[in-house]
């Protein structure tokens, strides 16, 4: 599985960005038989869970800081996922990463395929 993730840059506190990550799957395994997540990493900090979905796409989970304001999606037709990040806040600037796995959905950043990240930065 190969991970592109693009729409990062950057935006007044209050904003809005949309991430999203291409996905293609050379193995013939079909996208949906993964599970994808976001995760962010800003400097000096470990890599930490944003967001993730399963399968089927049904279910979602959250990080409490970005309960509310971010909202997770996945288009299977379109091999793609996204981050929709409303009410942006300083602290939300970091680079974000697209993750996928073949297993289960995890909050630690232990995801088999991992996107190059972009970055996302909002002023005060």
């Known amino acids: 599985v190969q991970l592109q993730a693009s729409g990062g840059g950057l935006v007044q506190a209050g904003g809005s960005l949309r991430l999203s990550c291409a996905a293609s799957?050379?193995?013939?395994?079909?996208?949906?038989?993964?599970?994808m997540g976001w995760f962010r990493q800003a400097p000096e900090k470990e890599r930490e869970f944003v967001a993730a979905i399963s399968w089927s796409g049904s279910t979602t989970y959250y990080a409490d800081s970005v309960k509310g304001r971010f909202t997770i999606s996945r288009d299977y037709a379109k091999n793609a996922m996204y981050l929709q990040m409303d009410s942006l806040k300083p602290e939300d600037t970091a680079v974000y990463y697209c993750?996928?796995?073949?297993?289960?959905?995890?909050?630690?950043?232990?995801?088999?395929?991992w996107g190059q990240g972009t970055q996302v930065t909002v002023s005060s």
């Open positions: 993750a996928a796995d073949p297993t289960e959905i995890r909050t630690s950043p232990v995801y088999r395929y």
């Open positions: 799957v050379a193995s013939g395994r079909p996208l949906s038989n993964y599970v």
